[in-house]
């Protein structure tokens, strides 16, 4: 997690704004007068607040912050209302999970309103709320709300000065097809199992089981993908809780330094979710033993538990990609791989055009699409990577796949860059090159019969202008070929 790289270190700013945000509304809760359970609301809800809203622009971040509470209170009172009446709210909250994974099809927003509902279902069973605590809970929330958003927007805004990442989009389909109408009753099949599972388990603790099979669906898109994220779910949590065993245990709530280190897990989270899912749930779980330690019920046999539920979070998740509408690593892998080598295509057509004297083409965009792109290629591809994966000769053309897409990725950073040089001239050979990268790559992505016949020939070295661009088409050029034997079988991915 410390080696992953951090470029102009922004995992390292968003996690120390995370922890001036969340530690903020959880000062204003307490100089507020709000009771202790409420204060953990409102630090949960700040956390969620700056976690889960990822819209492209700064406005439209807030607009969705803005819209939190329009979902989180009404979730909130549901919950406390039926917490009484076991079956009526396990209904109530397996219909938020369905909702919830189906409002990913609206893109950023929705998937950040599903999460907000959701988890403020979950801290209610956590907090053990009752309607008379509510119009706390609520107070807490807004002013949350209200400090976190005037971190992020206001004292310490960090998107105004990064560019907005680039966020590709799902593949698409229709029905039943549309991955988030499957995911959603995926989700909600392996939430109802977790919650039968869970209450077998233990009839106060049940809804660890809930979150546990919520969150593995977060983020992925194939049986492969989910399976993987579950095993890391309960690696995570199994450290966890070995460290809360030496840590939290021992401090048995004492205020001052469990508020401190919960500062460290939150920070933690933030640091770690974009590189080891593992570490970020070491983290939550870490955190989580400190709140319940704060709350008087912190014990071994407690943090026992909370493995167990993990465990059956986990097994619901696994049979309902398995079981229900399933899709096969294969099939999200192609997709993924294929829209990563149209963008190669499109950065040097780009590129050529530019190279040509065209000023309005701009390969740049597209360098920072195909970035995008491959992050979630190495996604797709992680269950075939992964240590454990016991086909090694998948495994070795997975990895192939991965290492030849990121030196198509280096040679096009090149060649966009040389495009980008005012100095830069045309060579009658470039707009050769760049016919053959096309062909090449259209033959990629074609049916699998023509990938067998891919002949990218050598591009012989000639000093001359534009040479520096041609270099890297050359490269471009020979991974393009390379790539032809992995993708040429489809036991790259599994089925």
């Not at 209200?146 to 206001?154: E, H, L, P, Q, T």
């Not at 993908?225 to 401090?251: D, K, Q, S, Y």
């Not at 939550?284 to 008087?296: D, N, R, S």
Request: proline residues 6%; charged residues 15%.
């Amino acid at each position: 997690m410390f080696m992953a790289p951090d470029p102009g270190l922004l995992r390292l700013r968003l996690s120390l704004r995370a922890v001036l945000g969340i530690g903020l509304a959880v000062a204003l809760s307490e100089l507020a007068g709000l009771s202790l359970p409420a204060s953990i609301t409102g630090g949960l809800t700040a956390l969620l607040a700056l976690f889960t809203v990822g819209d492209a622009t700064v406005r439209g971040q807030a607009v969705t912050t803005a819209l939190l509470p329009a979902v989180g209170f009404p979730v909130l009172a549901l919950a406390a209302v039926l917490h009484a009446v076991p079956t009526v709210r396990d209904a109530v909250w397996l219909a938020v999970v369905l909702g919830g994974v189906y409002a990913r099809r609206w893109g950023p927003r929705g998937h950040a309103l599903g999460i907000f509902a959701f988890m403020t279902f979950f801290i209610t069973q956590f907090l053990h709320a009752v309607p008379a605590q509510l119009p706390q809970l609520y107070a807490a929330m807004t002013l949350s709300l209200a400090a976190s958003s005037a971190v992020r927007f206001g004292a310490w805004c960090i998107e105004r000065r990064t560019p907005a990442p680039v966020a590709p989009a799902p593949p698409t389909g229709r029905g039943l097809a549309r991955p988030t109408t499957r995911q959603a009753f995926q989700a909600t099949a392996a939430c109802a199992f977790a919650i039968a599972a869970g209450q077998i388990l233990s009839h106060e603790r049940w809804y660890w089981a809930v979150g546990t099979a919520w969150w593995i669906f977060v983020n992925t898109s194939s049986r492969g993908e989910t399976l993987v994220r579950g095993f890391r779910r309960v690696l995570g949590t199994v450290i966890g809780i070995a460290v809360g065993l030496v840590i939290a245990v021992p401090l048995d709530g004492a205020a001052a330094p469990t508020a401190g280190l919960v500062a460290v897990c939150v920070f933690g989270i933030f640091y770690a979710a974009a590189v080891s899912y593992t570490w970020m749930m070491l983290a939550v779980t870490v955190m989580a033993g400190l709140l319940y330690g704060l709350l008087g019920v912190l014990d071994p046999g407690l943090l026992l538990l909370r493995v167990l539920e993990t465990g059956a979070g986990a097994l619901g998740a696994a049979l309902a990609v398995l079981l229900v509408l399933p899709v096969t690593t294969h099939a999200t892998t192609d997709a993924w791989i294929g829209r990563a080598l149209h963008c190669v295509h499109a950065c040097t057509s780009e590129a050529a055009a530019r190279l040509a004297g065209s000023p309005a083409a701009d390969p740049a965009r597209h360098v920072a699409e195909l970035e995008s792109l491959l992050g979630r290629v190495r996604l797709s591809l992680a269950p075939l990577v992964h240590p454990l994966a016991p086909l090694r000769a998948r495994r070795t053309r997975a990895r192939q796949v991965v290492e030849l897409l990121d030196r198509c990725a280096l040679e096009v950073r090149g060649l966009a860059s040389v495009a980008a040089d005012p100095d830069a001239s045309h060579d009658e050979r470039l707009a050769a090159a760049c016919s053959r990268v096309e062909a090449a790559v259209e033959a990629l992505t074609g049916p699998a019969a023509a990938r067998a016949g891919i002949d990218v020939p050598a591009l012989a070295a000639h000093p001359a202008v534009g040479e520096q661009a041609l270099t890297h088409l050359h490269g471009l050029e020979q991974a393009l070929k390379a790539l032809a034997e992995p993708l040429r079988s489809r036991s790259i991915t599994v089925a």
